[in-house]
């Protein structure tokens, strides 16, 4: 399975863990060793990447952020800062197109704004 198969399995699974009760009958077949390694960065580190969010939002609150928008942020800053030897610009705009394929016309301006500015 390619990094971009498993950052997209990921994301259906953080998603799913925060906005979707029943997590049981996930759509996701196959995860990998990659996938699971995003997802427990995630749930180890949720508090500390909630706080990356709200301390680097602009104008808006994290409760304010799309459901969707805010799972791939999750998505890249667990991959980001807690998964050794992450491209941080590779990373970016895997989410970048994965929120062009899920999310909303203009959530990807957002989130790589977002994104590049908090990685900086």
Known sequence: MSRI???E????LIYSKLYIEDVENSPI????????????????????????????????TIDRIYKIDLALIYVAIAEIFYIPNSEYKVV?????????????????????????????
């Open 92 to 120: 970016i705009n895997e989410i970048v197109n994965l929120a062009k394929k899920y999310s909303t016309d203009n959530s990807h301006k957002f989130i790589n704004g977002f994104l590049a500015g908090l990685v900086k």
């Open 29 to 60: 077949e196959e995860i990998d060793d990659f996938c699971v390694s995003i997802v427990s960065a995630f749930t180890n580190n949720l508090e500390e990447i909630k706080r990356k969010v709200s301390t680097n939002l602009k104008g808006t």
């Open 5 to 7: 198969q498993s950052r």
């Open 9 to 12: 399995n990921a994301f259906k």
